[in-house]
């Protein structure tokens, strides 16, 4: 057997599940050195979180499968493992027994144990917080309970499941920044599955990952260092998979890409060189048409416990598309309960004589009928009072509007993470509502996903509001952006106005879009997507 | 002493003598003291109102659904008819037969001795469940020697029923939302019955997700169910927990004891004359 001086290594890992024709995983190799950084990327299903539990000792064990090859793991090196949702991992009422929960299984005594939780809670910021309730945590705060937990076992490496994807931007960058602390200053080893490739990739942050590793599959499309972009831009393209700004940029210019323009280095040489400085126009917003929604100082308070939503004022014009940003508990989802009627405000009045479609942040709760037909027959049938034959005509044209046509007679939630979604709408579409309120459509989607549905709910011409952490898709698919900041609307205007306004992203916990950024680098005027610059250059040339 | 106080050890200690004396014990008066003492100890465990009055509501249910199945269905003697329905002739007599429907006073005593039970032992349980942090609850367990992973089942289970009540009941706003109507007066009850069945598969895909990644992280952070020898911190009882222990043990010994020589009398095993005034405590008041 061959040597190795890594901390865990997989040598011709191969996964399957009894019953499935395919292999989860197949022919993996993979080492991590102690303090090293790995990047998994790959489109969703392909993979990455299997591979995480293999890594982590944690299959087979969890579920019937079968692991052929080696998983070697070095001397006394443990393995600490934090997923995407902190409330399915937190079980505790108290953050210290949470974080002591690990050191009491070791069997250590309660005072190693004790020492063991201050010093974790202490690496990841929460000091102080050992009586606090994990349910009383934000989002950033519980993720972060969730790592010290893991770091109480000291663990020579973290295996990381999309651990930003429930976190507002600030909550991210907050625990992007910790990951690189942890690894500066205690040489822990990391694995992390991402989606949102663009900020870990992006060169002017210190830290990040040093090597790539592409699963496509359940195999391993490539692997490279993250130094140079060119050995991974192309073929993170090639799978579908979003760039930093700079590549996406250079993807759009065929001949920036054609020269090797794939970091940002390189795109923003190329851009000075080759491309003229026409001062284009900023693109004309999308005219809303007339008013088909209406709420006047909108409060509501649960069970007394403060103001979530305080005087919010808010209106939506026909076929308008309309982000809700703002730092976990701001307000958003409230907002939007409200406005679909789920609650009745405690104080103001909403006007609507619109149809309005809902679609909750968790998509399988509504996913309730046996098949997909189903599913999108059951509002034709309950809210249009259509027989049989007429609903599921409907339901077969929401599907087709989907993109899920040939999936008409799966179960629902045997389908994809990004397909439930898409259903879920297609669901909500059906009844033909003129207004869509969708909660975080893009939390634990890849953006390929979140752009097929957006263009989707476009097609169908329904008025939309969504709620989203993604600055970059709120500027691109949003007409206007309404801010909110402690339950109260901060900023309401023009998405491109909203969010180059940076003094108000600061003050309210919001990161400018990575396009306005790029806009400013290259010197040019805002845009509101990759595309709609490239357009404006092409035409400046010609 | 509130009951969100108590150490974890002595709220199980009071649960499971709870419970002794709910099967015991057979008068309803004193099945009521007791019942009524566990529903107290259940509105000042510290629970939101809101849940603390849906149990309360579930006892009562329980309680008057008891009595009166049983004050309607007793067949044994002697019985005492408190209402009564007898039809004379047509349809309902050949239905119900010349008894017709009855509701007899032993049976209904009975009935509200077999719910006092009930709500005596679910009261204290919830009592139990809603004043106890986790951690301390699976201390306590490991303490009466319940297998590790049998503890941390039942103390997770605690921790995550009321996220699937609000699974289920946001699936249940979803299909409102789209139009479902449950009025039994504008929906077929088979349409209704087949909707609602059908919201119990994402509250179950949610169950199995949450599981699956409640599984994996703490079998990440050393957990293994069969695991022996884990210790965890409890703290030392105070001197009015220890009475209380002292108290309700004595108390169930001395019950104990005392039912169990009745039921020697009873049965023409044993018998002493100078415990006949034990012999008639125990039948009119026990």
């Not at chain 1, 505790?92 to 939780?117: I, K, M, Q, W």
């Not at chain 1, 027959?377 to 005509?393: C, D, I, Q, S």
């Not at chain 2, 049983?70 to 019985?79: E, L, N």
Request: proline share 5%; net charge positive; aromatic share 8%.
């Amino acid at each position: 057997m061959k040597t190795t001086t890594a901390l865990l290594a997989l040598r011709g890992a191969r996964l399957t599940y009894p019953g499935r024709a395919h292999a989860a995983l197949e022919g993996i190799d993979f080492e991590l050195e102690a303090g090293a950084y790995t990047l998994v990327a790959g489109p969703t299903g392909s993979g990455k979180s299997t591979f995480l539990k293999v890594l982590a000792g944690l299959l087979p064990g969890l579920s019937v499968c079968r692991l052929d090859g080696v998983r070697e793991t070095a001397p006394g090196a443990r393995c600490g493992v934090v997923f995407q949702s902190p409330d399915d991992q937190l079980f505790a009422r108290r953050a210290f027994d949470e974080v002591a929960f690990g050191p009491r299984n070791l069997g250590l005594s309660e005072s190693e144990t004790g020492r063991r939780v201050t010093d974790a809670l202490g690496a990841v910021g929460l000091s102080g917080s050992e009586d606090a309730d994990p349910a009383a945590l934000s989002g950033g705060q519980k993720q972060r309970l969730a790592l010290a937990a893991a770091l109480a076992l000291e663990p020579a490496a973290l295996v990381l499941d999309e651990p930003f994807a429930q976190l507002d931007p600030q909550g991210a960058d907050e625990i992007r920044a910790l990951l690189d602390r942890l690894r500066a200053e205690r040489g822990v080893a990391l694995v992390l599955a991402e989606h949102r490739l663009g900020e870990l990739l992006e060169p002017s942050r210190a830290g990040g990952p040093q090597r790539v590793l592409a699963l496509d599959g359940g195999k391993v499309a490539w692997d490279a260092p993250t130094g140079d972009a060119a050995k991974y831009a192309p073929k993170l393209a090639e799978l579908g998979l979003r760039l930093p700004v700079a590549s996406e940029w250079a993807r759009r210019v065929p001949e920036a890409w054609a020269a090797g323009a794939y970091d940002r280095a390189r795109a923003l040489a190329w851009s000075r060189e080759h491309l003229p400085r026409a001062a284009a126009p900023e693109a004309a917003r999308k005219p809303g048409g007339s008013e088909i929604l209406r709420a006047d100082g909108l409060g509501y308070s649960y069970g007394g416990k403060g103001f979530a939503l305080e005087g919010a004022n808010f209106s939506l014009r026909r076929g308008e598309r309309v982000a809700l940003l703002g730092a976990n508990g701001s307000g958003k989802s409230t907002l939007l309960a409200l406005l679909a009627g789920l609650r009745k405000p405690g104080a103001g009045r909403i006007e609507c004589a619109a149809a309005r479609g809902y679609t909750f942040q968790n998509p399988d709760a509504m996913l309730i009928g046996a098949t997909a037909l189903d599913e999108t027959a059951f509002a034709p049938r309950w809210t249009l009072k259509l027989g049989r034959a007429a609903a599921e005509a409907k339901g077969r044209a929401a599907l087709e509007a989907m993109g899920l046509g040939a999936r008409s007679t799966e179960a629902p939630l045997a389908l994809s993470r990004g397909q439930r979604l898409r259903l879920a709408v297609a669901a909500v579409l059906a009844a033909e509502p003129e207004i869509l309120l969708l909660d975080e459509p893009s939390t634990g989607q890849d953006r390929k996903h979140v752009e097929s549905l957006l263009q989707s709910v476009c097609a169908h011409g329904a008025a939309a509001v969504f709620s989203t952490h993604d600055p970059d898709l709120a500027l691109e698919w949003a007409d206007r952006a309404v801010v909110l900041r402690a339950g109260r609307v901060v900023a309401d205007g023009p998405a491109l106005e909203v969010l180059n306004d940076t003094a108000l992203l600061a003050r309210t916990s919001l990161k400018r879009p990575a396009l306005l950024e790029w806009c400013e680098a290259l010197g040019v005027p805002a845009a509101r997507t990759l595309e709609e610059l490239a357009a404006r250059w092409s035409e400046a040339r010609a | 002493m509130n009951v969100r106080g108590l150490e974890a050890r002595v709220k199980l200690l009071l649960l499971g003598v709870a419970g002794l004396w709910a099967v015991t014990l057979e008068r309803p008066l004193l099945l009521g003291v007791l019942a009524g003492s566990a529903v107290l100890a259940l509105c000042l465990s510290g629970a939101g109102w809101r849940r603390i009055l849906a149990a309360l509501g579930g006892l009562a249910l329980a309680l008057w659904g008891l009595a009166l199945m049983q004050g309607f269905f007793y067949a044994q003697a002697p019985r005492t008819e408190i209402w009564g329905w007898h039809p004379q002739s047509g349809w309902a007599l050949a239905l119900f037969g010349p008894d017709g429907v009855a509701l007899y006073r032993e049976g209904f005593a009975h009935g509200l001795a077999q719910g006092l039970r009930v709500v005596l032992a679910a009261a204290a349980g919830l009592a139990v469940a809603f004043s106890t942090d986790p951690g301390a609850l699976l201390g306590a367990l490991t303490f009466f020697r319940v297998p590790y992973g049998l503890a941390f089942m039942a103390v997770t289970a605690l921790r995550f029923g009321p996220l699937l009540a609000q699974e289920a009941t946001q699936a249940w706003t979803a299909a409102r939302l789209r139009g479902f109507e449950p009025a039994p007066w504008r929906t077929p009850p088979w349409s209704g019955a087949a909707v609602t069945f059908g919201l119990l598969r994402p509250v179950l895909a949610g169950c199995v997700r949450r599981a699956g990644t409640l599984a994996a992280s703490i079998q990440s952070r050393g957990f293994e169910p069969a695991k022996r020898g884990v210790e965890l911190p409890r703290r030392k009882l105070r001197a009015l927990e220890w009475l209380l222990v002292w108290a309700v043990l004595s108390a169930s010994a001395a019950l104990l004891a005392a039912k169990g020589l009745y039921f020697l009398y009873a049965e023409d095993w044993y018998y002493r004359t100078e415990w006949r005034a034990l012999y008639a405590f125990v039948r009119e008041w026990t």
